[in-house]
């Protein structure tokens, strides 16, 4: 073999194809790619960024979003008519003044004089009945429009593609907004807040229906500077946003990298939050983490959802002796270092309407055995095959979950298999209510009962994933949505709740609480129990 | 990375099958003399024969079950209970490990028989023997498979399927006499020896036909034939006891690689399902940085094992191909 | 060797078709309803109906699946399950440049830091240092890459905060595309931990090849004869020994870059990293089909052609190695 000869071929080869990828790589960045700004200078700013670890947001077009993540950074670049404050009072956003007709069922905005989308552009009434009607379009498919707007007079027609418009929601002026609902319902005003309520603009939708979540026009305090995908969303301050200005210019999320507290620890963000395997350290006095260490409870009830229609779940002892057997404290504070406190019922505590005196079924293994016993299946080697559905495809299961697997088995004898899936079908199959029992949890949208008693557990309602049917409880709710007395409303919830919890289509696990480190420059910040704007209210203070 | 090089030992073994000279095909003796000869080697194959005997008599040796849980004691180093500390439900790791052997063993097993021995033996010698357009399918069929990229090919093909067997087996449960088919994970199992089957058979499937082709040509088939023997019986009499024991050595040094996979596979959640033990369920349950800086025994055992078994294998197919590739 | 290389060429597309429709056949058949997963939680009959009719599920599977290879051969393989709003191919690209800026420092290291080591340990046959080098490359091969990062991301990231706890910030210079190809990655303090990750099997492989080979040569004849015509060591080493002991190398590009694609997969996951391993980690996890099949066809196809570009180079550079052998033989 020539050596030389051979060199100069293999420095071509590697040349070549070096220079093929670079090539094609660039080629393919220089066309997907609008050109981006120059963000160097952003660092030569006086004003500071305030650095918080974030993750990708599934979607930014509120309309269509139905988890936490992106309703966090949607609810920081949006606004609707109403918007919930740290205290959790519903407050005005767009709208100046609210007239509730005296039967309960026509609401008249009257918007502000003084709201803009982030282009400067004036937001008009037009562009609110818009907003709905996109909300409610069968073209867009939105999986969260029903539950939270269906009470509007006509949405359902038109979702369903029944109608053309909204009969239900009037443009009186440039102004001034109508809507009108089905029945008198206390938390209407509350469902507003939803981010599929917000406010889009049209001009930007339609110009670019495909790719304007990218850089949204919205009216909220923030507005995206820059989506990185993957990498960071650089948010920048509405400086003529309606409620106040916000103190902090820019907020930086990165989306990318590894543990949040190393980073806190390395001052690379302001925030991060504890997880089991270091709670141990920050609630160590000695330690510098634990000066910084913050918590605040979040509305969260974890449960484990029993099918009532599928056997062995259609027998309510069958229900009480698996509720019965397990024991949820010592896995909260085993497992979970006491970091999530049990659930003791439905209604998280803190929660208008929440009751101590209701206690779920506590745990006892010879009751349990007890119930078994006393059902129509009468032992463990009469039950059906059980499987429990859990989101996951990891290599490891939850921990809790095979916790209280090993319990089932130790304490009642019964095998039950777990199956996990992707959250895709995971949530598919809970729509069809073909899973026998599963493990998920519940976020409160808006602080009022409903949104967790009647949605979860009326037997009409398309959220009641058990199959859950009790006439006095239906009763007891459909009497609380019109009831305007609201410390009757809450007697009613609060009967309701016992009932259910008496019934056990869910066995409650846990509430929930965050653990946080909050960094010594960064003031007022907010964790509250519910997704709301917060960063508008925080401060940084430069050493 | 260590799997890429087992695989790569793997595939070069695939390059150099054509050079193995028939001559030596029957003479075990030879191979295994050279073999007594690579200290190194000799010390791999002790290490996993201990390892292997250590799975198969887990249930025997393991002082507890690989799935009883003890809350109170979870997450504890080693102590005189638990020699190797417990996992987050306060299993046993010692336990564990040994019960992961156990499903690498199984694993490996069962791949070398249903992909390189069966799938692959057959596919060989249906090429070889009957040579023309057969022979040009089945060889090209395995240079597709040669040249796809193994492992993550395989976890994207595990991940399309794996749902799909779920739905299957739970459909088995409720459908046949069969009751517990979900909870043994079984299905799981048998995605995995299917999956990794699919690409272990193109060595050995070479190796035969490239041998049945040469002797073929030998004096003594040729005498068998002219005698009128019957092509099942030159095949089964003559061919395969003259090439199985290369067929052997030659299945053995892709052993890393299965086990390797198995691991990977595991790792991305589209493997052994929980609550199996497998080194890959161990790691990942280790691998977080904060979980790593509180508890390092979690991702440090499982890797001590893992590093161990990898090492002998690498070695120990280093040696064979060495033995082999010789003359 | 031109008809051998059309031959293969022409193998390529065939291979795509058979590996795309088995992962197609895989997505779309069987007890999982991809309508469900298209309409989302819309459970009205109508609605579902008009979801399939636009989505073409009503249609046959063989015409759904030339419907995506039509489309996929243009570049669009649909949009994406988990970030809504973006079409897969407008995911993945970006991704994989992040990757592939990985992969090819990666590259560098384990031939630059292979090649050295291997000629070292070669040279220095009859010391210490050759045994040294050979059982530290041993390890680095045994040990995993989902074993070796945790530990080192705590030593260097956290112990000695001395690197970031993985993430990606890179391309920031834009505008300066030839400082960002040349320079970002080398300059980043973000690609040191993946990239050594990332090739510490590899470098390991090679340096053994590249010892082994040297190793050989040193014995044949013509080395004895520049020696005893008095060549230094040196000289013989760099004149005649490295030229050849760098062949076999070739065929080692593949594996390597197998390798490091491999690797890719746990390394991002692990640091954090945006790239294209990520992305098919969580497509994985959420069992985003339409992702997954890209993958699935991207991946087939780089790999086949890496392959075929190295199967022949190396027939070009050794010619005891004939063509046919492999194929018809």
Known sequence: MNSKKFFALLLTILTVLVGIVFGLTLLLRITNQQPVENIQNIGSEPASILKLAGSEPNTLDPHLMGDANSAQYASEIYGGLVTITPALEINLDLAESLDISEDGLVYRFKLRENIFFHSGRKVTADDIKWSFERAASPELNSNTSLTYLADIIGFKEKRFGLASSISGITVIDKSTIEITIDSPKAYFLAKLSYPTAFVLDYQQIEANPRNWTRKPNGTGPYKIKEWRLSEKIILESNSSYHLGVPNIQMVEYQLSGGSVLTRFENGEVDVAYISTSDIDRVLDPNEKLNKLYKQSTSFTTSYIGLNINQAPFDDVNVRKAFASAIDIKKVTDLTFKGMTPQATGILPPGMFGYDSSIKTYSFNPEKAREYLSRSKYGSAENLPTIVFSDIGAGAEGSTDIQAYVEQWKTNLGVNVNIRQTDAASFFADLDLKKMQMYSIGWILDYPDPENILDLKFHSQSAENNENYSNFEVDDLLEKARIETDSLKRVEYYQEAERMIVRDVPWIPTYFSVTHYVVSDRLKNWLEPSIIIPRLRFASLQEK | ?327 | MLVYTIKRLLWIPFIILVVTFFTFLIGRLGPGDPVSVAAGQIRNPILLEQVKIEKGLDKPILIQYFKWLSSAAKGDFGESYIYQGYSISELIFPKMWISAQLGMLALLVVFGLGIPLGLMAASLHNTWIDPFIVSLLLFFRAIPVIVIIPPLLWLFAVHWSLLPVGGWEGGIFDIYWLYEVIAIPILNPHVYLPVFALSIGGFGGVARLVRITALEIKNEAYITTAKSKGLSDTKVMLGHILPNSLLPLVTVIGFALVGILEGAFFVEVLLGIPGIGRFTFEAVKSRDYDVILAMTAILSTVFIIINLIVELLYTKIDPRIQLDEGIDG
């Not at chain 2, 198995?262 to 991305?268: C, K, N």
């Open chain 2, 1 to 327: 990375m260590t799997f890429l090089d087992d695989s790569k030992n793997n595939k070069h073994v695939d390059t150099l099958e054509e050079n193995y000279k028939i001559s030596t095909g029957g003479n075990w003796n030879v191979f295994f003399k050279r073999l007594i000869k690579k200290k190194l080697g000799m010390i791999s194959l002790i290490i996993i024969i201990v390892m292997y005997s250590a799975g198969i008599f887990a249930p025997i040796i393991a002082p507890y079950s690989y799935t009883e849980q003890n809350l109170e004691r979870s997450l504890e180093g080693p102590s005189q209970d638990h020699w190797l500390g417990t996992d987050r439900l306060g299993r046993d790791m010692y336990s564990r490990v040994l019960y992961s052997i156990r499903t690498t063993l199984i694993v490996t097993f069962a791949v070398i028989v249903s992909g390189s021995l069966i799938l692959g033996t057959a596919l060989g010698l249906i090429a070889g023997y009957r040579g023309g357009t057969t022979d040009t399918i089945i060889m090209r069929i395995g240079d597709v498979f040669a040249s796809l990229p193994g492992l993550p090919l395989l976890i994207l093909v595990n991940a399309a399927l794996s749902p799909k067997i779920d739905q299957i087996s739970i459909w088995i449960d409720s459908n046949t006499f069969i009751n517990d088919f979900q909870a043994s994970g079984a299905a799981s199992y048998i995605t995995i020896f299917f999956a990794l089957s699919l690409f272990s058979w193109v060595s050995s499937a070479r190796l035969i036909r490239s041998q049945i082709l040469s002797l073929r040509e030998k004096d003594f088939i040729m005498a068998a034939r002219s005698i009128g023997m019957k092509q099942k019986r030159i095949i089964f009499r003559h061919l395969l006891p003259n090439i199985s024991n290369l067929l052997i050595l030659l299945i053995s040094s892709s052993l890393g690689a299965i086990a390797g996979s198995e691991i990977v596979l595991t790792w991305f959640g589209v493997g052994v399902q929980p609550p199996a033990a497998s080194f890959g369920q161990m790691l990942y349950a280790g691998s977080g940085t904060r979980t790593f800086q509180t508890y390092p025994h979690l991702l440090l055992v499982p890797a001590f094992f893992v590093t161990l078994l990898m090492f002998a294998f690498n070695i120990l197919g280093d040696a064979l191909n060495d033995v082999l590739r010789r003359d």
